[in-house]
């Protein structure tokens, strides 16, 4: 239905001489492109708000966005299901965060996921799936980017748990949900190989 009405928007755009009508499939892709996004945004700082944990939301998603970019790892197969899983995944950390680590739970336990999850992104990092392929030269490309973000993801955590900040707890969640996206993708992987070969 979603791309039914993108496509009869581009093609109202076509109509009007607005674009060629070759570009009609490409628009009605990218406009559908622009709305999820928009959705997916308003939808996390929405939670963010309505949990009281506003400011961890947007940190959260302020570094976990640009790592998850170049990163990689598994992706749903459309954009419904993506979204439920983002927002479930979102309210999740927010959630471990607001009555575990700011409570003083769970603390230890966070801090070792978040050195397991830096050492699967550096190791892993970046991983392409059947709804977002790269190619080689990308791979090499995303690899450095990735390595560099989560360098200064790293710093910046450490720095606020020097400072004794509740948000280095947000750093840790974005650093380990994109961790997590990566970790799924290589099970995916491998539950998906024929009979008999080995895992990658």
Same mark, same amino acid.
């Given at each position: 239905?979603?791309? =039914?009405?993108?496509?009869?928007?581009?093609?109202?755009?076509?109509?009007?001489? =607005?674009?060629?009508?070759?570009?009609i499939?490409? $628009?009605?892709?990218?406009?559908?492109a622009?709305? %999820?996004?928009?959705? =997916?945004?308003?939808? %996390?700082?929405?939670?963010?708000?309505?949990?009281?944990?506003?400011?961890?939301?947007?940190?959260?998603?302020?570094?976990?966005?640009?790592?998850?970019?170049?990163?990689?790892?598994?992706?749903?197969?459309?954009y419904?299901?993506?979204?439920?899983e983002?927002?479930?995944?979102?309210?999740?950390?927010l959630?471990?965060?607001? $009555?575990? %680590?700011?409570k003083?739970?769970?603390?230890?336990?966070?801090?070792?996921l978040?050195?397991?999850?830096?050492?699967?992104?550096?190791?892993?990092?970046?991983?392409?799936?059947? =709804?977002?392929?790269?190619?080689?030269?990308?791979?090499h490309?995303?690899?450095k980017?990735?390595?560099?973000?989560?360098?200064?993801?790293?710093i910046?955590? &450490?720095?606020?748990?020097?400072?004794?900040?509740? $948000?280095?707890?947000?750093?840790? &969640?974005?650093?380990?949900?994109?961790?997590?996206?990566?970790?799924?993708?290589?099970?995916?992987? $491998?539950?998906?190989?024929?009979c008999?070969?080995?895992?990658?």
């Amino acid at each position: 239905m979603t791309d =039914n009405f993108f496509r009869k928007a581009a093609a109202g755009l076509a109509e009007n001489g =607005n674009i060629q009508e070759k570009y009609i499939e490409l $628009y009605a892709k990218a406009m559908e492109a622009v709305v %999820a996004i928009a959705v =997916n945004f308003g939808s %996390a700082l929405l939670i963010s708000y309505l949990l009281g944990m506003w400011w961890h939301g947007v940190l959260l998603l302020g570094m976990f966005i640009p790592l998850r970019s170049y990163a990689g790892g598994y992706h749903s197969g459309g954009y419904v299901s993506c979204y439920f899983e983002s927002c479930a995944l979102l309210a999740t950390a927010l959630l471990t965060i607001k $009555y575990f %680590a700011l409570k003083g739970s769970m603390i230890s336990t966070l801090w070792q996921l978040f050195f397991i999850s830096v050492a699967v992104i550096f190791i892993l990092a970046p991983m392409a799936d059947k =709804n977002k392929p790269i190619s080689e030269k990308e791979a090499h490309i995303f690899k450095k980017r990735t390595r560099l973000i989560l360098g200064a993801e790293v710093i910046v955590t &450490m720095i606020l748990a020097y400072l004794q900040s509740e $948000y280095m707890f947000s750093c840790i &969640m974005a650093i380990s949900l994109s961790a997590f996206a990566l970790v799924l993708q290589r099970c995916v992987e $491998y539950m998906h190989l024929p009979c008999g070969q080995e895992g990658l």
